[in-house]
């Protein structure tokens, strides 16, 4: 697998993916809160190590038999796209983003009750420990370590942290006037169609 295709899949993956996710919002409410540089170093960085993360507990994976490992990425590309799609066709309006805004919310209130000063190191602390939290065992990370097992994982490290960096500026730069206009319905359409996507082009490859 070329570095190209698997920095393309990474980018274009998380990007749909993060966008209106909890980690966002984490972001979007800390950079109301707090210095915006230092809440986009701190979530930046943990969005980072969860991609490193992932990405070598995708290339652990690989260790075992390769028409194995291809088996189990298209199964979970397929499995996971045709999901998001259904969720996405049940979905009785475009949808918003309020359970995923009041989930944020909620976790920022319990990290913050009682504290009334912050020095940087502490909002680096805060910001990098809500998000790497919130990101484990998210949809992203399980995506993150099937296009690892799949792609070349430097390509996949590439486009990830730069999907990661986009999206992280959103939120701490506008998250809360872009959230309003975020159809739910279409970023899990989308999602779900390049899920499938990306697991046909796996199942294409694996018959060449």
């Known amino acids: 697998m070329s570095i190209l295709t698997g920095f393309t899949a990474g ?30 170093t701190g979530v930046t960085a943990a969005l980072l190590a969860m991609t490193i993360l992932s990405v070598l507990i995708g290339q652990v994976v690989t260790a075992l038999p390769h028409v194995y490992v291809q088996g189990v990425a298209i199964a979970l590309f397929l499995g996971f796209g045709g999901k998001l799609l259904y969720d996405a066709w049940s979905m009785a309006r475009p949808g918003d983003l309020d359970h995923e805004q009041a989930d ?34 998210d949809r992203t990370q399980l995506a993150t370590i099937t ?58 490859r694996m018959g060449t």
């Open 11 to 40: 980018l274009l993956l998380i990007t749909l993916s993060e966008l209106g996710d909890k980690t966002f919002f984490i972001g979007a409410i800390l950079a109301m809160r707090h210095s915006r540089r230092w809440v986009f």
């Open 147 to 204: 296009l690892a097992a799949a792609h070349h994982p430097i390509g996949i490290v590439a486009g990830a942290s730069l999907g990661h960096t986009i999206t992280t500026c959103i939120a701490v730069i506008c998250g809360k006037l872009v959230a309003g206009r975020i159809s739910e319905r279409l970023l899990t359409g989308l999602g779900g169609g390049l899920f499938v996507l990306f697991g046909l082009i796996t199942a294409l």
């Open 104 to 137: 944020a919310l909620a976790a920022v209130e319990q990290r913050e009750q009682g504290l009334t000063t912050w020095s940087t190191g502490a909002i680096l602390a805060e910001a990098f420990t809500l998000t790497f939290m919130a990101e484990w065992g």
